[in-house]
């Protein structure tokens, strides 16, 4: 069991590049979720999906599109980085039984946009 | 909608000291809370949770007790470790199946 994996680890981008990230749960889980985490920030959530097909936004989405054709996978694209977007990404999964919602984490991704 | 507030940081201890982290919440009826941790250059992963009132989460000697009269979740624990050192993260749902999370606290634990 993976658990929550994350592609790339690490990429550099220039201003206006675009790019997807990737992320992948093995965990048969129907809810996924994209965060970003800025110093001093804490957690701020992009996009979601309540299941395949899926996809709704969060706090923070401009900039920013998702899909989610298969349930296990869940992309994050950019398409004209800015550096604003200099962050660390993570994607999380969570099976949303009963009352609970705890969420499993992917190890991130850090994007620098120059 | 639900919202949680967490002790700010940095919190730096020696090791075999006593930790408290505060987390107070404010919440519709009594969702389950979490409080999550994240070592250096790791993603978040969950420390521990307590599913309803009252209930006490325990892992890797971190207790945190759910307080509905104080509407609180602190984060213990008696005898710190070097290899504590990391950012915790206070979380209850927010929105269906999303989590809001606190700001995190910082901890360093010294030698």
């Known amino acids: 069991n993976a658990g929550v994996t994350q592609t790339p680890k690490f990429r550099v981008l220039k201003t206006g590049q675009s790019m997807t990230l990737l992320c992948a749960q093995d965990m048969n889980h129907e809810y996924m979720y994209w965060y970003r985490q800025d110093p001093g920030m804490g957690l701020r959530l992009i996009h979601y999906?309540?299941?395949?097909?899926?996809?709704a936004k969060g706090e923070v989405p401009d900039g920013y599109n998702v899909s989610r054709l298969k349930k296990q996978n869940f992309l994050l694209g950019l398409e004209s980085a800015a550096p604003s977007q200099t962050s660390v990404y993570f994607c999380?999964?969570?099976?949303?039984?009963?009352?609970?919602?705890?969420?499993?984490f992917g190890p991130g991704t850090r994007l620098t946009v120059t | 909608g639900n919202s949680v507030t967490q002790m700010e940081g940095p919190v730096t201890l020696s090791e075999e000291a006593f930790l408290t982290i505060n987390c107070t919440y404010t919440?519709?009826?009594?969702?389950?809370l979490f409080w999550y941790v994240q070592y250096p250059g790791e993603g978040l992963q969950l420390l521990l949770k307590a599913t309803k009132a009252d209930d006490k989460g325990s892992n890797k000697g971190f207790e945190a007790t759910y307080r509905k009269e104080t509407t609180s979740f602190h984060l213990e624990k008696g005898s710190v470790q070097v290899s504590d050192s990391a950012v915790y993260f206070c979380?209850?749902?927010?929105?269906?199946?999303?989590?809001?999370f606190g700001e995190g606290t910082q901890l360093t634990v010294n030698p």
């Open positions: 979380a209850l749902p927010f929105s269906g199946s999303r989590l809001t």
């Open positions: 999380a999964s969570t099976g949303g039984t009963g009352r609970s919602y705890e969420q499993y």
């Open positions: 999906s309540v299941g395949e097909g899926t996809t």
């Open positions: 919440a519709t009826g009594y969702p389950s």
